[in-house]
């Protein structure tokens, strides 16, 4: 903390400042920059429909391997399609 306080080019957030943040789900973020559905989604990636619902409405939320899987879709969605095996979208 004391770093970011003495950092004149980047200060921490006021608490009003972050009241104000947007929150961006990570899964549908991903998904969304691949213009897909969430049925097209847990097609393409064999994720039951209902576990990427949960994830995106923050009923629950994806695991280590899951959040792995995640990083992986959205760093290379094409080659994890294709590994995968899913159908395309």
Known sequence: MANALSDPDNPPLTAEQLARAKHVNAVKDIRRRLDMTQ????????????TVRDWEQERSYPDAPA???LTAIARA????RRLIGGQAA
Do not use: C, N
């Not at 989604?41 to 209902?50: C, G, I, K, S, Y």
């Open 39 to 50: 049925v097209q989604f847990a097609e393409a990636f064999r994720l039951p429909l209902a």
């Open 67 to 69: 959040r792995a899987l």
């Open 77 to 80: 969605p094409e080659t994890m």
